[in-house]
């Protein structure tokens, strides 16, 4: 058989395998070959060579590839070699081109661990809950800002929760706020992956940002005291402890879970939070009511000595964990709805701006480092800044002067009744409030013995 020779389907399905492997080179396309292994597999493959290295890219396998079908891409690769390119070198760089699976784990390795562990956890969680599913096989340079937008726009959206009581699916429940999260986490994300050379450009900057309705659930004081009288009821003393704390302080639930003894000085009544405890990682010194110091000082009576948790949980050596069941249960046996253990820190805002506190005094109490995040709270001053411009209008507005002259009411327009003569002890027309024993037949008998009026 000649070295060299127009590839057909006959010559290529009479190719026999040998002792070795060989191969068949086409007459047509210089470096298109066949080759032929020992275990009779039939290859096309283009040798060519670049910087002085011999090259050879694999086409694919006959028969899935027809012998026409292969010259022609036999002829593609040729004229890409033609223009000094590389087909098996792109190739290569192709297959260590970062997909988004790998960009979610370098940024899962080098990244988070820089942040709080809960942050940590809400980010993996969202990561590959919502972004893996969908991203998982594609090249990072693939990504679009379309495809950021079109997923943010799916998880906004919400999705079918089966209900466990009725077996069946619910309607989805928007949720905005976890899609403008996700859309910062991408933005972050693909920020890094610029600087980690796995792409140009960043998809996610300037991603549509959905409308937040910040929550403002206040507890009333009825609602204050229900809850008061259901923690003093129950017999947990420990989560009831937990929930006074958040309430007395306005501090998060984080925060009061971490709280260690020794944070406390109850001399001069005031609470040392590390900034490994606070969620804007910056130490804070919050005074404490008396109150709050004898809670502190019931639980030290019940603590053992060698346990530095203000609230021991149920594994030993570590704080209180699980709220959410007990307050679920505090909320039922108060008759209150809708209120997460978090809303307790407004209601202590609340109550502050109720007793006339400032925003700064507030921020501060909070913990807040930023003055536009107290600002939440500034709608709440209405009232008493309404009552100050009230009080201002009634210095200014003018009062009529009393007169010394005796008043008397004019008479009946009805022709039913005739207008009687007045004295000083003459009934008086009345229709404003009156006492029941004194009132009768629309009439309001009044004694005065100098000048009429109508009774305050």
């Known amino acids: 058989m000649p070295s060299r020779q127009r590839f057909t389907e006959k010559i290529a399905r009479n190719a026999t395998r040998g002792v070795r492997q060989y191969q068949l080179f086409d007459s047509v396309v210089p470096g298109f070959a066949l080759v032929i292994y020992k275990s009779g597999t039939k290859a096309f493959n283009v040798s060519y060579r670049v910087n002085g290295r011999q090259r050879r890219y694999t086409?694919?396998?006959?028969?899935?590839?027809?012998?026409?079908?292969?010259?022609?891409?036999?002829?593609?690769?040729?004229?890409?070699?033609?223009?000094?390119c590389d087909p098996l070198g792109n190739r290569e760089a192709e297959r260590v081109v970062p997909r988004v699976s790998d960009l979610i784990e370098r940024y899962i390795d080098e990244h988070l661990p820089k942040l709080a562990a809960r942050n940590q956890a809400d980010q993996i969680s969202m990561l590959t809950k919502l972004v893996l599913p969908q991203w998982k096989n594609l090249l990072v340079r693939e990504i679009s800002p379309a495809d950021v937008n079109k997923l943010l726009s799916n998880v906004a959206a919400g999705r079918h929760r089966p209900t466990k009581k009725l077996k069946r699916r619910s309607k989805p429940k928007s949720t905005p706020i976890r899609a403008n999260r996700l859309g910062e986490i991408l933005r972050k994300m693909f920020n890094l992956s610029v600087q980690w050379k796995m792409r140009p450009d960043n998809p996610a900057q300037g991603f549509h940002k959905r409308l937040e309705n910040a929550r403002e659930r206040f507890l009333s004081l009825d609602e204050i005291n229900r809850l008061s009288e259901a923690l003093e009821n129950s017999k947990d003393k420990r989560g009831a402890d937990v929930i006074r704390l958040c309430l007395l302080t306005g501090s998060r639930l984080g925060e009061v879970r971490f709280a260690r003894f020794e944070q406390f000085n109850l001399e001069l009544l005031t609470w040392f939070k590390p900034a490994t405890n606070t969620k804007q990682k910056r130490i804070h010194r919050l005074p404490i009511s008396?109150?709050?110091?004898?809670?502190?000082?019931?639980?030290?009576?019940?603590?053992?000595?060698?346990?530095?948790?203000?609230?021991?949980?149920?594994v030993s050596g570590q704080p209180v964990?699980?709220?959410?069941?007990?307050?679920?249960?505090?909320?039922?046996?108060?008759?209150?709805?809708?209120?997460?253990?978090?809303?307790?820190?407004?209601?202590?805002?609340?109550?502050?701006?109720?007793?006339?506190?400032?925003?700064?005094?507030?921020?501060?109490?909070?913990?807040?480092?930023?003055?536009?995040?107290?600002?939440?709270?500034?709608?709440?001053?209405?009232s008493p800044l309404r009552e100050s411009v009230n009080a201002v209008a009634g210095y200014v507005t003018a009062k009529p002067r009393r007169s010394t002259q005796q008043v008397v009411p004019p008479p009946p327009t009805s022709p039913i009744f005739s207008a009687p003569t007045l004295t000083a002890n003459s009934p008086v027309p009345f229709s404003g409030p009156a006492k029941e024993a004194e009132y009768g037949g629309g009439w309001y008998s009044y004694q005065a013995p100098l000048r009429l009026q109508r009774p305050q």
Do not use: N
């Open 290 to 314: 008396p109150e709050v110091a004898d809670l502190v000082r019931r639980r030290q009576s019940v603590v053992s000595e060698d346990c530095p948790w203000l609230f021991p949980g149920d």
């Open 59 to 84: 086409i694919g396998q006959w028969p899935a590839w027809s012998v026409v079908a292969a010259r022609e891409r036999a002829k593609t690769i040729r004229r890409e070699i033609e223009l000094d």
């Open 321 to 382: 964990h699980e709220m959410r069941r007990y307050w679920q249960g505090i909320l039922k046996q108060a008759e209150i709805c809708d209120v997460r253990i978090h809303d307790l820190r407004h209601t202590f805002a609340s109550l502050l701006v109720s007793g006339g506190a400032s925003l700064e005094v507030i921020g501060r109490l909070l913990g807040h480092t930023q003055m536009s995040t107290t600002q939440r709270y500034a709608h709440l001053m209405e």
